[in-house]
């Protein structure tokens, strides 16, 4: 299972990467980011490429959603395996099993009585 999650976690990475640079490339109304380099996309990709662009930001956008939520869901199964009342059990006992520490008893007449700090006030701003 875990060789799964790092099958996963990688293929949604490299799919983000994928989609930032497709993305990136693509050509909006506006211009973008692809005709800064002087209509490089439109050279290398041809002309009609927009569609095809398009097209494949769709599917990868898809599939990112989908092995996300698949990744979602196979994480929660893995973090679920004791639940919260067996934690708070568990904590429970441990805190159980700990000696606490013995506190010495305060001696009244050892503790000094604290003056008041001599109040003056504060010299004039110049």
């Known amino acids: 299972m875990e060789v799964f999650r790092i099958v996963l976690y990688t293929t949604v990475i490299v799919i983000a990467l994928l989609l930032i640079g497709l993305i990136l490339i693509q050509q909006s109304k506006g211009g973008g980011f692809g005709s800064a380099f002087s209509g490089l996309s439109e050279s290398v ?8 662009l398009t097209k494949l930001t769709v599917i990868l956008t898809s599939l990112f959603f989908f ?7 196979v994480t929660g199964r893995t973090v679920r395996d004791s639940s919260a009342i067996q934690t708070t059990a568990d904590l429970k006992a441990d805190a159980a099993a700990e000696k606490p520490v013995a506190a010495k008893p305060v001696n009244p007449a050892a503790v000094k009585p604290v003056k008041p700090a001599d109040s ?3 010299p004039p701003a110049k």
């Open 45 to 52: 990709f041809g002309a009609r490429a927009g569609s095809h």
């Open 67 to 73: 092995l996300t939520l698949i990744l979602a869901v």
């Open 120 to 122: 003056k006030p504060a």
